[in-house]
């Protein structure tokens, strides 16, 4: 599965534990990350500074649902019960 255009709902939902190049802390959950760009494309999607957290998180129909409000949904609750 590809990710969808103008989605970014990965970029959103969920949160970054590791700091990411201008977010130290990293992101909480429901926060907007900065490098996500007007279009909902990371901008870096292809640098070695992506978090490997975001690397390692693939695009499914469990976690992209059918729309970007779906997969905010559904990664809302994927945060949910992963919760420390």
């Given at each position: 599965?590809?990710?969808?255009?103008?989605?970014?709902?990965?970029?959103?939902?969920?949160?970054?534990?590791?700091?990411?190049?201008?977010?130290?802390?990293?992101?909480?959950?429901?926060?907007?990350?900065?490098?996500?760009?007007?279009?909902?494309?990371?901008?870096?999607?292809?640098?070695?500074?992506?978090?490997?957290?975001c690397t390692d998180l693939k695009p499914s129909p469990s976690t992209c649902?059918?729309?970007?409000?779906?997969?905010?949904?559904?990664?809302?609750?994927?945060?949910?019960?992963?919760?420390?």
């Amino acid at each position: 599965m590809q990710c969808r255009p103008k989605c970014g709902a990965c970029c959103i939902a969920l949160s970054i534990s590791s700091p990411i190049p201008g977010m130290p802390n990293g992101k909480t959950a429901g926060t907007t990350c900065i490098h996500l760009d007007e279009h909902f494309n990371c901008k870096i999607f292809h640098s070695p500074d992506r978090p490997q957290v975001c690397t390692d998180l693939k695009p499914s129909p469990s976690t992209c649902g059918d729309n970007q409000q779906h997969a905010l949904q559904l990664l809302h609750e994927l945060e949910q019960q992963t919760k420390p």
